[in-house]
């Protein structure tokens, strides 16, 4: 039964977390269980959509990289028609909303059509791709700072970093969207004074049975996005954190390899 908090016409951002339903809040599991229309990206796990309530509409509007997407204002009208005709609405998002996911502009659209809108975070892929593979995003003394970085811009254009950024060896650096750029990414890495044998992380799948973690280093990077599979989106960990968990590997997977 639905609580307070989601009554007919009103929109909830939901984060779908990196694939395994464990691993969503129970905000969200109730959310996504109460909703009328479910308007899901490609990415969100199937045990996820599996939440979804038998009579409920299911959407697709999912993007991916390199294929047919649903634009993002059609998306934006989409959800404040569904939620105006008396809908409850959830957008379900993979990993957490307010990272690289377009909330800001799914909410601003919902605040200009007076729908009333909110936010229920979920697990971002980074967290989730360090735990694969048995790692830290930080360490004490080694690691002090966390920066999340897409690699994929809207205009097609390759992606450009702050060199203070990169040549920070104190910073894990967690990028989004990178297969396309590894190369690109390694190189300005290097060139803004990264070493060459930075510890990195590539993981597709993370949190799923068929997730695969490959280590490695930073002047490998195009070679390693490569070798973890050539379609799956893939989550890149780079930094001297990620270090230990290459000796170590994950004791419970399989899919942990060292190159």
Same mark, same amino acid.
């Given at each position: 039964?639905?609580?307070?908090?989601?009554?007919?016409?009103?929109?909830?951002?939901?984060?779908?977390?990196?694939?395994?339903?464990?691993?969503?809040?129970?905000?969200?599991?109730?959310?996504?269980?109460?909703?009328?229309?479910?308007?899901?990206?490609?990415?969100?796990?199937?045990?996820?959509?599996?939440?979804?309530?038998?009579?409920?509409?299911?959407?697709? #509007?999912?993007?991916?990289?390199?294929?047919?997407?649903?634009?993002?204002?059609?998306?934006?009208?989409?959800?404040?028609?569904?939620?105006?005709?008396?809908?409850?609405?959830?957008?379900?998002?993979?990993?957490?909303?307010?990272?690289?996911?377009?909330?800001?502009?799914?909410?601003?659209?919902?605040?200009?059509?007076?729908?009333?809108?909110?936010?229920?975070?979920? #697990?971002?892929?980074?967290?989730?791709?360090?735990?694969?593979?048995?790692?830290?995003?930080?360490?004490?003394?080694?690691?002090?700072?966390?920066?999340?970085?897409?690699?994929?811009?809207?205009?097609?254009?390759?992606?450009?970093?702050?060199?203070?950024?990169?040549?920070?060896?104190?910073?894990?650096?967690?990028?989004?969207?990178?297969?396309?750029?590894?190369?690109?990414?390694?190189?300005?890495?290097?060139?803004?004074?990264?070493?060459?044998?930075?510890?990195?992380?590539?993981? #597709?799948?993370?949190?799923?049975?068929?997730?695969?973690?490959?280590?490695?280093?930073?002047?490998?990077?195009?070679?390693?996005?490569?070798? #973890?599979?050539?379609?799956?989106?893939?989550?890149?960990?780079?930094?001297?954190?990620?270090?230990?968990?290459?000796?170590?590997?994950?004791?419970?997977?399989?899919?942990?390899?060292?190159?």
């Amino acid at each position: 039964m639905p609580h307070d908090d989601f009554p007919p016409g009103m929109v909830w951002l939901v984060g779908a977390g990196p694939g395994d339903p464990d691993l969503l809040t129970r905000k969200a599991a109730r959310l996504i269980g109460a909703a009328d229309v479910v308007f899901h990206d490609a990415l969100v796990g199937a045990g996820v959509l599996d939440l979804v309530a038998p009579d409920a509409r299911r959407i697709s #509007v999912g993007k991916r990289s390199g294929r047919h997407s649903v634009a993002q204002g059609t998306i934006d009208g989409l959800i404040v028609a569904a939620a105006r005709e008396g809908a409850r609405v959830v957008r379900l998002k993979g990993g957490d909303p307010a990272i690289f996911g377009r909330t800001a502009e799914e909410m601003a659209a919902c605040r200009a059509a007076g729908v009333p809108a909110r936010i229920c975070p979920g #697990v971002t892929a980074a967290s989730a791709a360090a735990a694969a593979a048995g790692s830290a995003l930080t360490s004490r003394g080694v690691a002090r700072r966390l920066v999340f970085v897409t690699a994929h811009l809207d205009t097609g254009a390759p992606a450009a970093f702050d060199a203070a950024v990169l040549a920070d060896a104190g910073a894990t650096l967690a990028i989004y969207m990178g297969r396309a750029a590894a190369g690109s990414i390694a190189r300005q890495l290097i060139a803004a004074g990264r070493r060459a044998d930075t510890p990195v992380l590539v993981v #597709v799948n993370a949190s799923l049975p068929q997730e695969r973690v490959v280590h490695g280093r930073l002047d490998a990077l195009a070679f390693l996005v490569e070798a #973890v599979g050539a379609r799956e989106p893939a989550m890149l960990l780079i930094g001297e954190a990620v270090r230990s968990s290459a000796a170590a590997a994950h004791p419970l997977s399989n899919s942990a390899v060292c190159v």
